[in-house]
């Protein structure tokens, strides 16, 4: 195909906050409009919340794009599989009538989430959070304890990965977990794990069971992909986690493990990241927070409280509740630069409902007075601003029966104009409540 000819059809979908910010359901919007719905980052440490009607869709790892009958999903080669979790993924949607077959493909190069990379993440973050750094810090992450993190350090030590193409051959399994488990056996006696020594034969039979259970999706998705383009049909990409997770352009070290922002695209599927013209940037019309890291707008009050209140802000993955606060317009911009967003979509417009005045943050503080409208990409550099807010009034009706933005209150329109103005990208889609129905698209 000619590269003038390369339609906008390809479109990206990413968090730009700190994750959670309703991305499950853009997807499943765009969806519709869409041949092929592919992951490319992150793994079960991810969560998507889709209502159908009265039904309830929770995933970790399949796409949203399962729940429709003729599309194609695609876990790719950036994503560090949990085989375990991905085969109940899948039975309880067979369970509930959702086909599962052709239609879900696995990258032979995405690497693997074992048992003993669950229990180095939680063992490491128990270790880091006890204080062993010193006598006053606390230095965990406050991991979802999904193995993210010691999955991706493996796949960069090489030597002691495991890819699921690798589960197809339990011979080659067995030899490399022979060597991993003496060596995970004692990384983990170190950091205090009291378990008995961890079983190659157990882990390599198990694992192999469970390969040839997902022997069937297992392909290489590089190729895959490239017939798709070559056959005209067009790709959604959906992030997980999101841009300030990443881990080279997030708040470091409060992140994943992997490149979340759109940046992650090309590397973790294979395709050049000059096929993608549309990128679609969701927010909420708030900022929220799990796991450590600082978060200048955050409100550890009765404002923050009413937040989470309102918008059930606890996390889909752990459960955990979500630290709340205002509409952090400096971090949002940064996001959309990275991400090279071309329109945004502001979720739950309807949370904000009843407050007498709003705070968008514009600016940051620094120590020494003088004003900034940069991010700092840095945890450290970043707790040391301040937010500059701006003060919009709020509306009192509730607006999750509204039709379309101009049947919103005049000052939603305000503070969605005003979104606009600072991020410097249009509004498209705004979100007023959970079902399909509640959403206005402007395209
Ligand atoms: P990990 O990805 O489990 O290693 O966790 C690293 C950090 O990213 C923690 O602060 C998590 O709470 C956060 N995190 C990871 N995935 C998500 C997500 O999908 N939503 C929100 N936060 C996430």
Known sequence: MNADNRTEQHTAVVGLQWGDEGKGKVVDLLTARHDVIVRYNGGANAGHTVMVGEERYALHLIPSGILYSDKVCVIANGVVVDPQVLIEEIDSLRARGVEVADNLRISDRAHVVMPYHKEHDAALESVLSNRVGGESEDLSIGTTRRGIGPAYADKVHRSTAIRMGDLLDVNRLHRHLRVICAIRSAELAALGVTAPPLDPDDLASRYSALGQRLATHITDTVYLLHDYLS?????????????????????????????????????????????????????????????????????????????????????????????????????????????????????????????????????????????????????????????????????????????????????????????????????????????????????
């Not at 009413?306 to 205002?326: F, L, M, S």
Request: charged share 25%.
């Open 231 to 443: 056959e005209g049909r067009s790709i959604l990409f959906e992030g997980a986690n999101a841009c300030l997770l990443d881990i080279d352009h997030g708040t470091y070290p409060y992140v994943t493990s992997s490149n979340c922002s759109t940046l992650g695209i090309p590397a973790g599927t294979g395709l050049p990241g000059s096929w993608i013209r549309r990128v679609v940037g969701t927010m909420k019309a708030y900022s929220t927070r799990v796991g450590a890291g600082p978060f200048p707008t955050e409100q550890d009050n009765e404002t923050g409280l009413r937040i989470r209140d309102r918008g059930n802000e606890y996390g889909t993955t752990t459960g955990r509740p979500r630290r709340c606060g205002w509409l952090d317009l400096v971090a949002v911009r940064y996001s959309a630069m990275i991400c090279g967003v071309t329109g945004l979509a502001c979720m739950l417009l309807d949370v904000l409902s009843g407050f007498d005045e709003l705070r968008l943050c514009t600016h940051y503080r620094r120590a020494d007075g003088s004003v900034t409208d940069r991010f700092v990409p840095d945890a450290e550099g970043l707790s040391r601003m301040t937010p500059v807010y701006e003060t919009l009034p709020g509306w009192s009706q509730e607006i999750d029966d509204a039709s379309d933005r101009s049947a919103l209150p005049a000052n939603a329109r305000r503070y969605l104009d005003r979104i606009e103005e600072v991020v410097g990208v249009p509004v498209e889609i705004v979100s007023v409540g959970p079902e399909r129905t509640q959403t206005l698209v402007e395209v």
